[in-house]
T-cell receptor, first 108, second 114 residues
């Protein structure tokens, strides 16, 4: 069965303090690995799709990378507005399976 | 605005009642989904519909039934509500031919069963 594990569960950073979020996955026939951002009281918002090992995607202060077993979401010089829960999901032959998320708090 | 919209946003009801949550998308997507997010924020797929056909049905109780009158709507009907049904329910949509764009989610319906 497809499995997605995210770590850490929660991460508190000072503004400007760079860090990385991890997503480990077990899936047969990966079609795509997805990153989403979820703000309190809202639905997940799509950020990136990664398809194969070695691929990287960037958006503002976020960069997502992919290996055969895990993905990292690197956050460079974060700002308080980056505070949210970041969700990782994998898709093989069927629906999208989500991890439990990492709750990121960036303090000014 | 193009979006996935769900109603109601909040729903408080007593055990044993029957309730429905409505979902509409105006993105022209061909597949719609229902996800349940529990208290630990874990999103689990419940159903998906593609061109009015149910293509995924996870091990959810048969008290839950999706109803799709057309490609733009996927409503969730719940019979005989139980305390454990309390959660946030998200509707989402996607285009099968454009999987790289991920899913577009609604803003959620917080269901509280008392």
């Amino acid at each position: 069965e497809d499995q997605v594990t995210q770590s850490p569960e929660a991460l508190r950073l000072q503004e400007g303090e760079s860090s990385s979020l991890n997503c480990s996955y077990t899936v047969s026939g990966l079609r795509g690995l997805f990153w989403y951002r979820q703000d309190p009281g809202k639905g997940p918002e799509f950020l990136f799709t990664l398809y194969s090992a070695g691929e990287e995607k960037e958006k503002e202060r976020l960069k997502a990378t992919l290996t055969k077993k895990e993905s990292f979401l690197h956050i460079t010089a974060p700002k308080p507005e980056d505070s949210a829960t970041y969700l990782c999901a994998v898709q093989a032959s069927g629906d999208m399976r989500f991890g439990a998320g990492t709750r990121l708090t960036v303090k000014p | 605005d193009t979006a996935v919209s769900q109603t109601p946003k909040y729903l408080v009801t007593q055990m044993g009642n029957d309730k429905s949550i409505k979902c509409e998308q105006n993105l022209g997507h061909d597949t719609m989904y229902w996800y349940k997010q529990d208290s630990k924020k874990f999103l689990k797929i419940m159903f998906s519909y593609n061109n009015k056909e149910l293509i995924i049905n996870e091990t959810v109780p048969n008290r839950f039934s999706p109803k799709s009158p057309d490609k733009a709507h996927l409503n969730l009907h719940i019979n005989s509500l139980e305390l454990g049904d309390s959660a946030v329910y998200f509707c989402a949509s996607s285009q099968e031919s454009r999987t790289g764009f991920g899913y577009t989610f609604g803003s959620g319906t917080r269901l509280t069963v008392v």
